[in-house]
């Protein structure tokens, strides 16, 4: 059974946005894209919330053909070229990006039968809206965070309240040159 990864970065008060809501707080450099991208090894479907699908379709399908790309670059552009996309809104008629699916609503039917196909592990790179509703349903597996150090105040918390405690266990943690620590915690049922 596929499992649902959620792969956010967050400051150390827990926000995943600046109070206007930027991401210029990431310590984002060439050892944590490393490691966000080792996870095309043990994933082949982007799941996404709306903004930033359309954030990712409007830039990822030109890394390419773009000659100033970096290898990195090219490399998760790949990923995402070949791996299935999906888009979880509400408002969206068509994804408009080759293999791509569109969930609308039954998160946790769709989500369900998802996990049960054959194929690598999912991912979830940021969406915060969508990590929040997947967490009150239960259907995230594990969480990998990249603990940014800052504390920034904002309203942008990850988590939100939940209908009952959810128990995780501690499997990684490294600290990176930046900083920056990266947590992994898988969701303990049972």
């Known amino acids: 059974m596929r499992n649902l990864v959620s792969f956010m970065h967050v400051s150390l008060d827990?926000?995943?946005?600046?109070?206007?809501?930027g991401l210029d707080f990431v310590s984002y450099d060439q050892e944590l894209e490393a490691y966000a991208?080792?996870?095309h090894a043990s994933t082949d479907v982007a799941v996404h919330?709306?903004?930033t699908y359309e954030m990712m379709r409007g830039y990822w399908p030109t890394v390419l053909d773009n000659p100033d790309a970096t290898p990195a670059e090219r490399k998760h552009a790949r990923w995402l070229h070949d791996s299935l996309k999906v888009?979880?809104?509400?408002?969206?008629?068509?994804?408009?990006?080759e293999?791509?699916?569109?969930?609308?609503?039954?998160?946790?039917?769709?989500?369900?039968?998802?996990?049960q196909q054959p194929g690598k592990d999912m991912v979830i790179f940021g969406s915060p809206g969508l990590?929040?509703?997947?967490?009150?349903?239960?259907?995230?597996?594990?969480f990998r965070l990249s603990v940014n150090p800052v504390i920034l105040g904002s309203e942008y918390r990850l988590f939100g309240p939940l209908d009952a405690a959810?128990?995780?266990?501690?499997v990684e943690n490294r600290t990176l040159k930046s900083g920056?620590?990266?947590l992994r915690y898988k969701r303990v049922r049972g």
Not at 87 to 97: F, G, K, N, Q, Y
């Open 14 to 21: 827990g926000c995943y946005a600046t109070a206007d809501g």
């Open 131 to 142: 990590v929040k509703s997947l967490t009150q349903l239960d259907l995230i597996d594990e």
């Open 166 to 170: 959810q128990k995780i266990e501690l």
């Open 99 to 115: 293999n791509s699916m569109l969930i609308k609503d039954n998160l946790l039917e769709e989500f369900t039968t998802l996990k």
């Open 180 to 182: 920056a620590v990266v």
């Open 87 to 97: 888009v979880v809104s509400r408002t969206l008629d068509d994804p408009a990006w």
């Open 49 to 51: 919330g709306r903004v």
């Open 37 to 39: 991208h080792s996870m």
